[in-house]
């Protein structure tokens, strides 16, 4: 994780560390090692919503998944499931190639 710490630079009030320690209690849902999402991960994806709230900190916070999804070998379908499954609505797909600039 700090290859991708330090191949994203954020440039908004939220860093990628924070994306990733919000993040890091996910990885064994993300990695397909739970059936489930934990609550301390379901609680890191709701402070990271919370703290995504403008823009440019929301295009931060995708820069960072988007690279930290490849390090981890996050499955898709897990990645995709994880904001419902918290109780979080975002309104687009989650994508490995989503454009973070819109």
Known sequence: MLAVEAAVQVR?????????????PCLPFLQGNAP??????????????????TRPARQATCRCLKAAYLQVHAQLPAAQALPGDCGVPISYKITPDIDCDK
Do not use: E, F, K
């Open 36 to 53: 489930l999402p934990s609550d301390q991960c379901c609680g890191g994806v709701r402070a990271l919503y919370a703290a995504a709230d």
């Open 12 to 24: 908004a009030d939220i860093s990628c560390p924070d994306v990733l320690n919000d993040l890091s």
